[in-house]
């Protein structure tokens, strides 16, 4: 697979050696079956209300639309995702070729902020979602006319880009005259980007939103085939003469110029086609989808960053992909520099292509639920770990991960994303996305150099520090040798990195106690007169295996016997799941459950109810008008009811003989004979 193609991940664009989180590798054991019918409900608390993370009504299935209705239109945002494609894949083509030119890495680094104009199109997404013209159409009033610019832009390239590589006259390359040239090509691609992502909102149902990122992965996987490794094959002299041609020749079948001419072509002629056969969809939120104001579209963008669930996501995303950096932007020009022609490293990729079209297939059928990032967590672990395996595993599974992270983050950002600003919405989240692969990429390439030593071999007292002293070693008739390859270091320092920031994610995420609805696994370290004291065990480390809380069972007034219950039926440092509800002071509110057996457990808050050893009260922490409080209170009460019923614990009827005694144990003349024999007794 070409280094580039591979760099997809969640960012919109490839990268050269791009082969591209999760914060619970907590989870030793598998949690107890859910206390609750439905699982997790919805958030509750100020914090929790804020619209990003709650989770959607969920129809009933007959009412979900069928993909089948809206196929036409997935195939449409199919088509425009591949178009997207073409210019990324032509960008990632630029670093391949500048390789096998021996730039230096500091140069590639300089080209890698080409593919930034997607981490910065937020700046002008809220002017394409407010701006446009009402009959023409929302989204093509910029669609249409960004994709007409892409197609004259690559049509004026075709006649600039070979001065501009160095093929004329034996010239170096312009890296910064390309990077200035490719970074404008690119923002109007993240421009069109912005376009069709705020179309996807309008254009599939809402239930049926979540292929809108299977479209995209699918699309432009495609189009950056196209763009990338098949331009690349078709370009090289050597894949052509072996596989294509009878009499070799100098060149390849194209050229970048021919191929940058060809699609200028396309891009023209297909944007006219949907230009004046697709008509945008102004029924599916007609409430919602109104004009905003720029000004209005930019204050609502500040109140979406200002929400901490979001500024979470954010912190998040920008530091998942550290431990990835490494790996991902140089590994394919670590390649070509040891000799591995750049059109072979491209052609790896065609066995893949099956991979990635199938595979984000078969993830939506996960990520178009409830929970997508869920498919994100899983992958990462795996995908850290490839990253230090990445010589064995080089280029098949690493793949997996890869769209199992990309796939996810993207069906989550358009399940949360509101079509009122839609490009705006999910264009914010999706640049979060790709900032958090670009910085690291770019930092990445700039530190290869710094970090390799090399020494000059076969001349003494020279050095090859500098450029300047490697040309001078050369001169002098001895050679660079690399003694400490600056890729190897940044390999594993960035998973180093990346797992300390994972942990510390970890024990952030066990001090917080604003979790509302979240399982955690601990064990019991004492019984109190309020419940239980445990000791939070995310993960075997002795740094987060000291955190311990006081837990209080919630809703749940405990009595001396249901104490000693306590005692008698719960060991010292038995696993134990507790779920957050609140907090008071320093003891949690929580819901505990004990497993019993292999596929059963035991909710101990509805286990002393029903043994008649503790009365239902207040559950703090909830709001007493939320869904989820008098949801748990009501499951409190039907426990209650069941010891009322059958007369157990507090609630059992006392007999004749044990009234009659608490009867005359109270009369005024026992008590005092009571009191007189215990001094009489104190006396003798």
């Given at each position: 697979?070409?280094?580039?193609?591979?760099?997809?991940?969640?960012?919109?664009?490839?990268?050269?050696g791009?082969?591209?989180n999760?914060?619970d590798?907590?989870?030793?054991?598998?949690?107890?079956?859910?206390?609750?019918?439905d699982?997790?409900?919805?958030?509750?608390?100020?914090?929790?209300?804020?619209?990003?993370?709650q989770?959607?009504?969920?129809?009933?299935v007959?009412?979900?639309?069928?993909?089948?209705?809206?196929?036409?239109?997935i195939?449409?945002?199919?088509?425009?995702?591949v178009?997207?494609?073409?210019?990324?894949?032509?960008?990632?083509?630029?670093?391949?070729?500048?390789?096998?030119?021996?730039?230096s890495y500091?140069?590639?680094?300089?080209?890698?902020?080409?593919?930034?104009?997607?981490?910065?199109?937020?700046?002008?997404?809220?002017?394409?979602?407010?701006?446009?013209?009402?009959?023409f159409g929302?989204?093509?009033?910029?669609?249409?006319?960004t994709?007409?610019i892409?197609?004259?832009f690559?049509?004026?390239?075709s006649?600039?880009v070979?001065?501009?590589?160095g093929?004329?006259?034996?010239q170096?390359?312009?890296v910064?005259?390309?990077?200035?040239?490719?970074?404008l090509?690119?923002?109007?691609?993240a421009?069109?980007?912005i376009a069709?992502?705020?179309?996807a909102l309008t254009m599939?149902?809402?239930?049926n939103?979540?292929y809108?990122s299977?479209c995209?992965?699918v699309?432009?996987?495609?189009?950056?085939?196209?763009?990338n490794?098949?331009?690349?094959?078709?370009?090289?002299?050597?894949?052509?003469?072996?596989?294509?041609?009878?009499?070799?020749q100098?060149?390849?079948?194209?050229?970048?110029?021919?191929?940058?001419f060809?699609?200028?072509?396309?891009f023209?002629?297909?944007t006219?086609?949907v230009?004046?056969?697709?008509?945008?969809n102004?029924?599916?939120t007609?409430s919602?989808?109104?004009?905003?104001?720029?000004?209005?579209t930019?204050?609502?963008?500040?109140?979406?960053?200002?929400?901490?669930?979001?500024?979470t996501?954010?912190?998040l995303?920008?530091?998942?992909k550290?431990?990835f950096?490494?790996?991902d932007?140089v590994?394919?020009?670590?390649l070509?520099?040891?000799?591995?022609?750049?059109?072979?490293?491209a052609?790896l990729a065609?066995?893949?292509?099956p991979?990635q079209?199938?595979l984000?297939?078969?993830i939506?059928?996960?990520?178009?639920?409830?929970?997508?990032?869920?498919?994100?967590?899983?992958?990462m672990p795996?995908?850290?770990?490839?990253?230090?395996?990445f010589a064995?595993?080089?280029?098949?599974?690493?793949r997996?991960t890869?769209?199992?992270?990309?796939?996810?983050?993207m069906a989550?950002?358009a399940?949360v994303?509101?079509?009122?600003?839609?490009?705006?919405?999910?264009?914010?989240?999706?640049?979060?996305?790709n900032?958090?692969?670009?910085?690291?990429a770019?930092?990445?390439?700039?530190?290869?150099d710094p970090?390799?030593?090399?020494?000059?071999?076969?001349?003494?007292?020279h050095?090859c520090?500098?450029?300047a002293a490697?040309?001078l070693?050369?001169?002098?008739?001895?050679?660079?040798a690399?003694?400490?390859?600056?890729y190897?270091?940044?390999?594993?320092t960035?998973?180093?990195?990346?797992?300390?920031l994972?942990?510390?994610?970890?024990?952030?995420?066990?001090?917080s106690?604003?979790?509302?609805n979240?399982k955690l696994?601990?064990q019991?370290?004492?019984?109190?007169?309020?419940?239980?004291?445990?000791?939070h065990?995310?993960?075997?480390?002795?740094?987060?295996?000291s955190?311990?809380?006081?837990c209080k069972?919630a809703?749940v007034?405990?009595?001396?016997?249901?104490?000693?219950?306590?005692?008698e039926e719960?060991?010292p440092s038995?696993?134990i799941?507790?779920?957050?509800l609140?907090?008071?002071?320093?003891a949690?509110?929580c819901?505990?459950?004990?497993?019993?057996?292999?596929f059963?457990?035991i909710?101990?808050n509805?286990?002393?109810?029903?043994?008649g050893?503790?009365?239902?009260?207040?559950?703090?922490g909830?709001?007493?008008?939320?869904?989820?409080?008098w949801?748990?209170?009501k499951?409190?009460l039907?426990?209650?009811m069941k010891?009322?019923?059958?007369?157990?614990?507090?609630?059992?009827?006392?007999t004749?003989?044990?009234?009659?005694?608490?009867h005359?144990s109270?009369?005024?003349?026992?008590?005092?004979?009571?009191?007189?024999?215990i001094w009489?007794?104190?006396?003798?």
């Amino acid at each position: 697979m070409s280094p580039a193609i591979s760099s997809k991940d969640n960012s919109r664009h490839r990268r050269p050696g791009n082969y591209q989180n999760a914060l619970d590798g907590m989870q030793s054991k598998s949690a107890p079956l859910d206390f609750y019918e439905d699982g997790p409900v919805d958030a509750v608390g100020k914090d929790d209300r804020e619209a990003l993370l709650q989770e959607p009504h969920i129809q009933p299935v007959e009412a979900l639309q069928n993909y089948r209705a809206e196929f036409g239109n997935i195939l449409l945002l199919l088509f425009l995702y591949v178009l997207q494609g073409i210019p990324l894949g032509l960008a990632g083509s630029i670093p391949l070729i500048l390789q096998s030119k021996n730039v230096s890495y500091k140069d590639q680094a300089f080209f890698s902020f080409v593919f930034w104009p997607f981490s910065l199109k937020l700046l002008w997404a809220p002017l394409v979602d407010a701006v446009y013209f009402r009959n023409f159409g929302r989204r093509k009033s910029w669609l249409v006319p960004t994709q007409y610019i892409i197609g004259l832009f690559m049509m004026y390239l075709s006649v600039r880009v070979d001065s501009l590589l160095g093929e004329v006259d034996g010239q170096s390359p312009d890296v910064v005259a390309l990077t200035v040239t490719f970074f404008l090509f690119e923002f109007l691609a993240a421009t069109q980007d912005i376009a069709v992502d705020g179309w996807a909102l309008t254009m599939l149902s809402r239930e049926n939103v979540g292929y809108a990122s299977t479209c995209n992965s699918v699309g432009q996987t495609a189009g950056y085939f196209l763009g990338n490794v098949l331009f690349l094959a078709l370009e090289s002299p050597s894949f052509c003469n072996k596989y294509l041609r009878f009499q070799p020749q100098a060149k390849g079948i194209v050229t970048l110029s021919d191929f940058l001419f060809f699609w200028s072509a396309v891009f023209l002629i297909t944007t006219t086609l949907v230009a004046l056969l697709k008509k945008e969809n102004k029924t599916v939120t007609p409430s919602k989808e109104e004009t905003k104001g720029i000004m209005d579209t930019y204050k609502l963008l500040f109140s979406i960053i200002k929400m901490p669930a979001v500024l979470t996501f954010c912190a998040l995303i920008l530091t998942a992909k550290v431990g990835f950096s490494a790996a991902d932007a140089v590994t394919g020009l670590k390649l070509i520099e040891e000799g591995v022609p750049k059109e072979h490293l491209a052609l790896l990729a065609v066995p893949m292509v099956p991979l990635q079209i199938i595979l984000p297939l078969i993830i939506s059928k996960y990520t178009a639920g409830p929970k997508p990032l869920n498919t994100f967590y899983k992958a990462m672990p795996f995908r850290l770990l490839f990253g230090l395996e990445f010589a064995l595993l080089f280029w098949w599974t690493p793949r997996v991960t890869v769209y199992s992270m990309y796939v996810a983050i993207m069906a989550f950002n358009a399940k949360v994303s509101d079509p009122l600003i839609g490009g705006t919405y999910m264009t914010l989240l999706n640049t979060v996305s790709n900032l958090g692969g670009n910085w690291p990429a770019t930092v990445a390439l700039w530190l290869v150099d710094p970090l390799t030593v090399k020494q000059c071999v076969g001349i003494q007292g020279h050095s090859c520090g500098t450029s300047a002293a490697a040309e001078l070693c050369s001169k002098e008739g001895g050679s660079c040798a690399i003694t400490l390859d600056g890729y190897y270091v940044e390999s594993i320092t960035c998973v180093n990195i990346s797992t300390g920031l994972a942990i510390a994610g970890v024990i952030v995420l066990a001090k917080s106690i604003k979790l509302k609805n979240v399982k955690l696994r601990g064990q019991l370290r004492q019984i109190t007169e309020q419940g239980l004291e445990i000791e939070h065990v995310p993960i075997t480390l002795p740094i987060i295996s000291s955190l311990q809380k006081r837990c209080k069972l919630a809703g749940v007034e405990l009595t001396s016997d249901g104490v000693i219950w306590l005692k008698e039926e719960m060991k010292p440092s038995q696993m134990i799941w507790f779920q957050l509800l609140g907090r008071k002071e320093s003891a949690l509110d929580c819901f505990v459950i004990v497993n019993k057996g292999r596929f059963s457990s035991i909710c101990l808050n509805e286990e002393i109810l029903r043994r008649g050893l503790g009365k239902t009260v207040r559950i703090e922490g909830l709001a007493h008008e939320s869904r989820i409080y008098w949801k748990l209170h009501k499951r409190l009460l039907q426990a209650e009811m069941k010891a009322v019923k059958k007369r157990k614990g507090i609630w059992k009827e006392e007999t004749f003989i044990e009234k009659l005694k608490e009867h005359i144990s109270n009369y005024k003349f026992i008590q005092k004979l009571k009191q007189f024999a215990i001094w009489l007794r104190i006396r003798l």
